[in-house]
């Protein structure tokens, strides 16, 4: 516990927020009344969409490292508009504090503002992922947060976009060391998404808190066991699968059974289960093709034919809502196989994998006619 400069105990802004979420869920729960984590609007909600279509693209980047991504609006507007033709109903869009708050205090919004002014334009629901530390707390971009400043950089982000953004995601990949350096099996960030949530609700309560990813059941389960449950509404997983080995599908569906077993194991299955990456390269033809994790790297066809099976089958699954490919667009960042996820190539040309996910939504829409 901290003190003032009189004496007097300081409660720490974080743990003030924690027990008052918890006072407020005890007391609902006595007057048999369901909290805001399940609140629902009366009418259909703007920001949101039934269209399960989604993808993960970086139109926010503009820096050297990832070259020049999107560089000008019109990048991004062309982005946007192939996005609608293809049927995508949401994109996850990142909200990096290390790049949108370089300076203490300054937060820049201009870039953002247009990107959603953009997607809003062609009818495209956004899900917001803030992540990564500001560099001016002396702390590496995936350390986890200094909690006070964080969460004040989370309320202001919340505060502007809360007419346009329903559904906000924290941490990209927690369980992995390289964008969360503290794996210590889930605990520094449960506790940081047991202060994150209620300042998330306290700025929109109709505000729906997405879990960080996690790659396997078992961050999933490790959260569930440092007392997660409470503080978030979406499930989210990244089941990364090779599509190259033989019944490659069943080895996605393995993940999602674990998860799902852990949502039973804690009597938490009313929750929706969401894909927010899964992928794979689509390469063309190369000299001395490059690599990613899995090891060989797909082909355009290849990776088409992923698509397919992918959006066929997952969607089939009990409570898989809504599935992401990465990416939308290849990049020029990761420098091997990676920078091939793209269902576009990085002149925006279509490959095999584009159409492919236009036929998949499509063909939802199709059986879902009155869905939007």
Not at 61 to 69: A, L, R, S, T, V
Request: glycine share 6%.
């Amino acid at each position: 516990m901290r003190f003032t400069a009189v004496g007097r105990p300081c409660i720490p802004l974080e743990s003030f927020l924690k027990t008052k979420y918890i006072l407020f869920l005890f007391l609902f729960s006595l007057m048999g009344l369901t909290p805001f984590l399940q609140a629902a609007p009366s009418g259909p909600d703007p920001r949101d969409t039934k269209n399960p279509f989604g993808v993960l693209d970086f139109l926010d980047w503009n820096q050297d490292w990832n070259g020049f991504q999107y560089d000008s609006p019109a990048k991004i507007e062309r982005a946007a508009a192939l996005m609608e033709k293809a049927g995508v109903g949401m994109v996850r869009q990142p909200f990096p504090w290390n790049t949108m708050e370089e300076e203490k205090g300054r937060i820049q919004f201009d870039r953002y503002d247009q990107i959603l002014d953009i997607l809003g334009r062609h009818h495209i629901a956004v899900l917001g992922l803030i992540s990564y530390s500001a560099l001016w707390t002396h702390r590496e971009w995936n350390a986890p947060p200094d909690p006070e400043a964080f969460l004040k950089f989370t309320r202001a982000v919340v505060r502007r976009y809360k007419d346009r953004i329903k559904y906000w995601e924290l941490w990209n990949e927690p369980d992995h060391s390289t964008y969360w350096n503290k794996q210590d099996q889930m605990q520094t960030y449960t506790e940081l998404l047991k202060v994150f949530t209620p300042a998330v609700k306290e700025e929109d309560p109709t505000a729906m808190v997405v879990l960080g990813s996690g790659n396997t059941a078992f961050p999933i389960r490790q959260m569930y066991r440092n007392g997660a449950k409470a503080f978030f509404d979406v499930v989210n997983i990244h089941p990364f699968w090779d599509p190259l080995k033989p019944n490659a599908i069943l080895g996605v569906q393995g993940i999602y059974k674990g998860v799902l077993k852990a949502m039973e194991e804690n009597q938490d299955t009313n929750k929706p289960i969401w894909i927010t990456e899964v992928g794979c390269p689509g390469i063309p033809p190369l000299k001395n093709p490059p690599t990613w994790w899995e090891g060989k790297a797909t082909t355009e066809t290849e990776q088409a034919a992923w698509v397919t099976t992918v959006y066929q089958e997952a969607l089939t699954w009990p409570g898989v809502e809504r599935i992401f490919w990465a990416f939308f667009r290849d990049t020029d960042h990761f420098h091997d196989a990676v920078d091939y996820f793209g269902l576009l190539r990085r002149n925006f040309s279509p490959k095999p994998s584009y159409n492919a996910y236009r036929r998949a939504s499509r063909e939802w829409r199709l059986k879902h006619k009155s869905d939007k």
